[in-house]
């Protein structure tokens, strides 16, 4: 074998390295680098790490410790099979001490390198936790129904949406996902959003689940940077009328299935469908709710009509027979007692509204 004199040491050996020994390559040879302080900024409430001149989520305080680590470390671009093992230590909840371990193939060498850095944590509110609690908006969803005050019920119903859309929302990074502000009052709840994208979600969550419908204006509001600033206000309006409830529209006594840009519902008295808008039943009588229906006996049953005990007086009284109507005499079947008659509910329709 030939044996080569390394120029820096005068050592023989077989192979030079860029001209010199590999003892004399290594020896200057930086496979990492880490500066010995490293500082990162967190948001004190949500926990963003504020990185690249931008906040984002990226997990608890130990991952925003080791992504800082890795962002600062740099490893030799000669470097090939790198693996990296990194040791968090907290000190205290401002400053942690991280150690890093580096093996690597150089010019098919292995090698392996060692450091240490100080984490020093800084935590203050990031840009979107400083808008939240300062009361920052850019949209308002007013929740109204239309006809009537919404319930109690579908106020709270109304908040909790809204609320689980946010937080949904702000896991998969939307970081205006917030709500400012809730107001209830009586004739319906008003939310101040962060995000006009996510009010829009919220409207659509709402919709699918109570129904109704709602329209967006823009009100300008200033200017920013030259450009028109705009807040835009969601009207939201739950329906007149609700699923389950019974109208009297036209002489017909239609139970309301659904209720969104249409009104789909059933005739109680034959079992046909109903299908309208929300413009078109506005100031129908509700004379009902499903949920008022009572068990009554099922005296006998003629081709078109039956025969049921009326659940107050207990006097005999025939109605008509509904569609798909399998109950025997003697039964107790489900029926709606209203100021326009008694109806016998199919038991498909139970089987619905349960
Ligand atoms: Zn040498
Ligand atoms: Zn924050």
Same mark, same amino acid.
């Given at each position: ?129 400083? $808008?939240? +609690? &300062?009361?920052?908006?850019?949209? =308002? ?9 919404? !319930?109690? *019920? /579908? ?101 309301? $299935?659904? +209720? &969104?840009?249409?009104?789909?519902? =059933? ?9 309208? !808008?929300? *413009? /078109? ?74």
């Amino acid at each position: 074998m030939n044996s080569i004199t390394c120029p820096k040491c005068g050592k023989e050996c077989d192979k030079l390295f860029d001209s010199v020994c590999r003892d004399c390559f290594f020896e200057t040879f930086k496979l990492i680098e880490l500066p010995l302080v490293l500082h990162v900024r967190i948001c004190s409430s949500c926990g963003a790490y504020f990185h690249r001149s931008r906040w984002e989520d990226i997990g608890n305080i130990e991952e925003v410790v080791l992504k800082a680590v890795e962002n600062a470390l740099f490893i030799h671009n000669e470097a090939g099979d790198v693996e990296l093992y990194l040791e968090p230590r907290e000190v205290t909840p401002y400053m942690y001490r991280v150690r890093a371990e580096v093996d690597a193939i150089v010019r098919e060498e292995p090698v392996h390198a060692e450091a240490e850095t100080e984490v020093r944590v800084q935590r203050i509110a990031c840009d979107m936790c400083s $808008r939240e +609690s &300062g009361g920052y908006f850019e949209a =308002i969803i007013q929740i109204r129904a239309t006809g009537r005050f919404p !319930t109690e *019920e /579908e106020k709270k119903c109304c908040s909790a949406i809204a609320r689980e859309a946010m937080k949904s929302m702000k896991k998969k990074g939307d970081r205006l996902a917030f709500i400012s502000e809730c107001q209830e009052q009586k004739e319906g709840v008003d939310l101040y959003m962060g995000s006009m994208n996510a009010s829009r979600q919220v409207c659509r969550a709402i919709i699918s689940e109570l129904g109704g419908s709602f329209s967006e204006s823009p009100t300008l509001v200033g200017m920013k940077d030259g450009k028109n600033l705009y807040r835009i206000t969601f009207a939201m309006r739950l329906p007149e009328f609700r699923p389950g409830d019974v109208i009297k529209f036209r002489g017909r006594i239609i139970q309301i $299935r659904s +209720s &969104g840009k249409k009104v789909n519902g =059933i005739s109680l008295e034959d079992g046909s469908r109903f299908i309208s !808008t929300p *413009e /078109e039943i506005k100031g129908a009588e509700k004379i009902a709710n499903i949920r008022d229906m009572v068990y009554t006996v099922l005296v006998s049953i003629e081709e078109n009509a039956i025969l049921v005990l009326d659940p107050e007086t207990y006097e005999t009284v025939a109605i008509k027979k509904p569609m798909s109507f399998s109950a025997e005499a003697g039964d107790e079947i489900p029926v709606l007692k209203t100021e326009y008659g008694i109806f016998a509910l199919a038991n498909f329709e139970l089987l619905r509204e349960k």
